[in-house]
């Protein structure tokens, strides 16, 4: 990461998935990298995304290691409960609704809200949060995948809302929702050949070359993990 002070500090969320773990692997081999934090379901203070109380605790338990001038949330789920996304409307069911938004907007939104005062604020920072293409309302040509598409496009606005509060402060730090590609791990398995996916490696060091060369903007910035933009 070039663009970021010598010695930064890097947090990920969600280091334990496929992504996130990869995230960690590329920051941790990155000389100009002075320490990666992690966080996960499984970190020493846990954080669940349906727990804002968990949240709050995890951003505490990291504070003293930061600020930080790159902060990754690589949370997400596809697949929740066992159900997989609906194809049709006739599909549909407000619970299935209501725990997709809990965990793919609200939860990230909450993340947002307790780890964004740990961002940076003197120099260039950068936030980025994976997001996902089906999230994009203008890109959406096949229909289906109701609960899934929606929560991700709210999750875009969240990100977009929260990048112009607070640039009024942190008028360096960049915001970015992330399409890291399909990637090879247990929430595509399902639903595409594996042998047809990009390796989580490779999609980690896309995603951050690509937020690298970001420039500051008035707003958040969705892009894929070559660095190519995608419309909202």
């Known amino acids: 990461m070039q663009s970021l002070i010598s010695g930064y500090r890097a947090l990920v969320i969600g280091a334990t998935g ?3 773990s990869a ?4 920051l941790r081999a990155d000389t100009q990298c002075s ?5 996960s379901r ?9 727990n804002e109380a968990s949240i709050a605790q995890a951003a505490e338990s990291v504070r003293a290691c930061g600020p930080f001038e790159l902060i990754i949330d690589a949370t997400g789920v596809l697949t929740i409960d066992g159900q997989g996304p609906e194809k049709s409307l006739s599909a ?18 909450l993340v947002m809200k307790h780890f964004l005062p740990l961002l940076a604020s ?8 994976l997001s996902a293409r089906v999230g994009s309302i203008s890109d959406n040509k096949k229909g289906g995948w109701y609960g899934y598409r929606s929560a991700k496009a709210a999750l875009n606005m969240m ?22 590609g399909t990637v090879a791990s247990t929430l595509t398995t399902p639903f595409v050949r594996q042998e047809d996916c990009l390796s989580p490696e490779v999609s980690a ?19 894929d993990y070559a660095g190519n933009k995608i419309e909202w």
């Open 159 to 180: 990100l977009q809302t929260a990048a112009i509060e607070t640039l009024r402060k942190k008028p360096e730090a960049i915001f970015a929702a992330l399409q890291p």
């Open 23 to 26: 995230c960690v692997r590329a």
């Open 122 to 129: 003197k120099h260039r920072a950068i936030y980025a949060k």
């Open 18 to 20: 496929s992504i996130g």
């Open 35 to 39: 320490g990666v934090s992690e966080l």
């Open 205 to 223: 060091q896309g995603m951050l070359k690509a937020l690298d060369a970001l420039q500051v903007s008035a707003g958040a910035q969705f892009i």
């Open 42 to 50: 499984h970190s020493e203070s846990p954080l669940f995304l349906e």
């Open 92 to 109: 549909l069911q407000a619970e299935r609704l209501m725990r997709q938004f809990q965990i793919n907007t609200i939860g990230p939104a």
